[in-house]
């Protein structure tokens, strides 16, 4: 995997929030939300999903996203994607922009200059052994 992934949440090519209760409670499947140094981030107590997830928002304002700081390739970092994608409709993308990922054709919520980092493509996936290389 790539050295950094994100995952955004975006509509009529902005971004777009995630209530904070929901990050709450999607975040407590996985590890610990808490006051990082930096800001909000998802701590995990074993090597699973990545070395630390940082968390793009505030109880106040809700969440836009997270960064997935060395993302590491287990199962555990693929339910952790799809279930982002899925819960709260999110594109998935690495660092290089090689590729993006969603559930549904989310192309007219992206912003265009991002959508042209990958080509104009978003791929459609149906479960999460069709994230990166996960088969």
Partial sequence: MSFSAFLYKFKDRNIDTVPWNEVEKFAKQYGHLGL????????????????????QGDPENGLSGFSLNRPIECDETYDFIYTALKDFGMIFFDQEYEQAYALKDIGSDIPENLLENFGGVITVIKNKNEIWNNS
Avoid at 36 to 55: K, S
């Fill in 36 to 55: 990082g140094v930096g800001g909000y981030e998802i701590t995990f107590d074993d090597e699973i999903i990545a070395d630390v997830v940082d968390v």
